[in-house]
């Protein structure tokens, strides 16, 4: 199974960014995927999940109405929109997979991603 992270980079505050991150391996398309984030000295935080129909999402609270999460399961691929970036925002975010629901419990999913670098400048 392999989860590959991009989209990452540097950008202004109030900048946009699209992640993506394109699965393999994984036995059928019927998982939940999870974009997590963590800054340094910061634990693991949950930022938004989707269902493997897409039926269902979930979003942290810093993000909500700013961050879109959704999927192209022809491509196995699941993007995070994410809109009016802050300078909080930065940290290295990861994409993680779970056969079971989604949860914002990062200990929950199964396979992870390697992760990729978002800054937002001041």
């Known amino acids: 199974v392999q989860l590959q992270a991009s989209g990452g980079g540097l950008v202004q505050a109030g900048g946009s960014l699209r992640l993506s991150c394109a699965a393999s391996g994984l036995a059928s398309t019927t998982y939940g995927m999870g974009w997590f984030r963590q800054a340094p000295g910061k634990e693991r935080e949950f930022v938004a999940g989707i269902t493997w129909s897409g039926g269902f999402l979930d979003y942290a609270d810093s993000v909500k109405g700013r961050f879109t999460t959704s999927r192209d399961n022809a491509k196995n691929t699941v993007y995070l929109q994410m809109n009016s970036l802050k300078p909080e925002d930065t940290a290295v975010y990861y994409c993680?997979?779970?056969?079971?629901?989604?949860?914002?419990?990062?200990?929950?999913?199964?396979?992870w991603g390697q992760g990729t670098q978002v800054t937002v400048s001041s």
């Open positions: 993680a997979a779970t056969y079971a629901r989604i949860t914002t419990l990062w200990n929950e999913y199964q396979y």
